[in-house]
């Protein structure tokens, strides 16, 4: 009996890591962004993050007309794998690579062939309530640096 209930319990401590939820899971709310330290004014947008398995889901979601509208969708594994971005309407618009970079750490690269490459980081606050989205890129030669800011509803 007793080599029986240790035996459990190893499975368990095995188990129950690769099983817990990513910090990034959870519907996220944009409060604020900036682009080169600039506030810049955007339309509300949500992020929808689930995970399937070893997947992450996101559904990137802006009101109109008091109605959530769903505008770009990817599904992808941590560790670098690449995956397509989808538009609303399906479309492959580009493509994403996320990987863990430590604790509540995530780095990301996108791609899409109508833009300059991007490369960039969320950081999930300690207390699990604040998502910062930190991104890089050029933008007509000149240095593009966005701040997002998300609220966890």
């Known amino acids: 009996m007793r080599t029986l209930l240790l035996t459990a319990l190893v499975l368990q401590a095995a188990v129950l890591p690769s099983l817990a939820a990513e910090p990034l899971v959870g519907t996220w709310r944009l409060e604020r962004q900036e682009v080169n330290g600039e506030k810049i004014d955007s339309a509300p947008l949500s992020m929808e993050v689930s ?11 802006v009101l109109v007309n008091n109605a959530n509208v769903l505008s770009m969708t990817y599904e992808l594994e941590l560790g670098g794998k690449e995956a397509d ?6 479309e492959t618009v580009g493509t994403i690579e996320m990987a863990s970079a430590g604790e ?6 996108i791609k899409r062939p109508d833009r300059r490459d991007s490369a960039g980081k969320l ?5 699990g309530k604040t998502l910062t989205s930190e991104a890089d890129t050029l933008h007509a030669g000149k240095p593009l640096h ?8």
């Open 51 to 61: 995970q399937q398995g070893s997947k992450l889901a996101f559904a990137f979601s």
């Open 85 to 90: 971005v989808k538009d609303a309407h399906g």
């Open 104 to 109: 509540s750490q995530y780095r990301l690269s």
């Open 123 to 127: 950081s999930i606050s300690k207390d």
């Open 146 to 153: 966005t701040v997002q800011i998300f609220s966890r509803q």
